[in-house]
């Protein structure tokens, strides 16, 4: 390539990867401009709902764009379901199987880690601990969340918007034997661990399989790292807080800096993504959680990491 060409090419890179930061940036401080404002308002309940609903639908638009009209909806039903079956492990179980077939089946149109994200909103609701305001307040404050974030990503992140291959269906078949099991398994264990953050387990078993054991086997790597130093990431800036006596303005600073930090590596490096959403969704924890949620997410990240790296090596090797 001449020179000439070569600097016009390298200029035109640097303006589109610029305005790509302008963009992130300017998503992520709309997207947690209402969660500046909830928490001046006194509304802190609704903060954690709020935010962790519009990243999801932000994410499941950029992942999967066919589900975005259900899931305005499907984030919060699921996450009231969820709630409503806590005392009731027989409904829970069946509703997480059906979810869980699912996502297996949404797998034969690339939509299938879209539909994590739905599993991810009914888990947290059965397994959270019960929050200050009842049931239906959450699912409301979810169900504004998911239309914000939505309708935020479809304006500003249409860069990031991505089609994921669909998988053929013995590829379909072997994920759903692998998904439904495991995790209802991975369920059926936090609730007898009976830790404050147990969720993690289920989230991870459900997030790492993959229809594709290559596949697989590459996201229990990249999110075993992602989530160690998402971790050590998460501590250092909370404790970086404390010290400085930070007012919550700047956690709700911090917050956006991440989801803009997470925008950026989602197109780069998938163990950098998960570090940052890592630190990003443990600084969204209530302070005196942080430590033993750190903690918690390492420890189930690992299990499920290495039970299904292991499986994805077997059936490699079977290949």
């Not at 991505?162 to 609730?191: E, K, M, N, Q, T």
């Not at 992602?226 to 404790?239: D, I, P, Q, S, V």
Request: charged share 10%.
């Amino acid at each position: 390539m001449p020179y000439q060409k070569y600097a016009l090419h390298s200029l035109g890179w640097v303006r589109y990867q610029r305005r790509r930061i302008l963009r992130a940036a300017l998503f992520s401080a709309l997207l947690f401009a209402p969660a500046a404002a909830l928490t001046l308002a006194g509304h802190g309940a609704g903060v954690f709902l709020f935010a962790l609903a519009a990243n999801y639908s932000a994410l499941c638009l950029v992942l999967a764009r066919r589900l975005q009209p259900l899931s305005l909806l499907a984030i919060p039903g699921l996450y009231l379901a969820g709630r409503l079956c806590v005392g009731h492990p027989a409904l829970m179980l069946a509703l997480l199987a059906a979810a869980l077939a699912l996502q297996a089946l949404s797998a034969r149109r690339g939509l299938h880690k879209g539909v994590q994200f739905w599993l991810f909103a009914l888990l947290l609701g059965n397994m959270t601990p019960a929050a200050a305001i009842p049931p239906w307040q959450e699912a409301a404050w979810m169900l504004l969340g998911a239309g914000y974030g939505g309708a935020l990503a479809r304006l500003g992140l249409k860069d990031w918007f991505r089609v994921l291959p669909a998988a053929c269906a013995a590829d379909a078949r072997r994920y759903a034997w692998h998904l439904l099991p495991w995790g209802v398994l991975a369920w059926l264990a936090s609730g007898w661990m009976r830790g404050a953050h147990a969720w993690w387990l289920p989230i991870a078993a459900v997030a790492i399989p993959d229809p594709s054991p290559e596949q697989m086997l590459l996201l229990a790597r990249e999110r075993t790292i992602g989530t160690l130093a998402g971790a050590l990431l998460g501590g250092a800036l909370y404790w970086s807080q404390r010290a400085l006596d930070a007012s919550p303005l700047v956690h709700v600073l911090v917050l956006a800096l991440l989801q803009t930090a997470v925008l950026i590596a989602m197109r780069h490096s998938f163990r950098v993504f998960v570090a940052l959403l890592t630190a990003l969704v443990l600084s969204l924890l209530p302070p005196d959680q942080l430590a033993r949620g750190a903690l918690e997410r390492v420890e189930d990240t690992l299990i499920a990491a290495l039970l299904f790296a292991a499986l994805a090596w077997f059936l490699r090797q079977r290949a």
